[in-house]
């Protein structure tokens, strides 16, 4: 049974930062990129940051370009997001997702997913 269970979520002020985890379980972790999205209240899943297999290559929103960094340790299953220079627009529930193959920034290429973690950056 595939698990991907985020943490590191919390309150924090704007300007802060926060790193993000996400442990894995159940598949074959180093064959499948790492995705991290996130979801306000009322709108929709966008997509945040992924990791390529090897944590290699990794690609960003442009919301979130310069300010966020993915990064994976393959021999822990975990991928992380580091996040600073938060704003009170990134408040959302971010979730990690795990992808075999497809266009990185398409939700619908990722077959499994965590339950989120929420991220609040007060103003």
């Known amino acids: 049974q595939v698990q991907l269970v985020e943490s590191g979520g919390r309150l924090v002020q704007a300007g802060g930062s926060l790193r993000l985890s996400c442990a894995a379980s159940?598949?074959?972790?180093?064959?499948?990129?790492m995705g991290w999205f996130r979801q306000a209240p009322g709108k929709d899943r966008e997509f945040v940051a992924a990791?390529?297999?090897?944590?290699?290559?990794?690609y960003y929103a442009d919301s979130v370009k310069g300010r966020f960094t993915g990064s994976r340790e393959n021999a822990k299953n975990t991928v992380y997001l580091q996040m600073n220079s938060l704003k009170p627009e990134d408040t959302a529930v971010y979730y990690c997702?795990?992808?075999?193959?497809?266009?990185?920034?398409?939700?619908?290429?990722?077959?499994?997913w965590g339950q989120g973690t929420q991220v609040t950056a007060s103003s």
């Open positions: 990791i390529s297999w090897t944590g290699g290559r990794t």
């Open positions: 997702a795990a992808s075999s193959g497809g266009t990185y920034y398409n939700g619908r290429q990722y077959q499994y």
């Open positions: 159940g598949l074959a972790f180093s064959s499948y990129t």
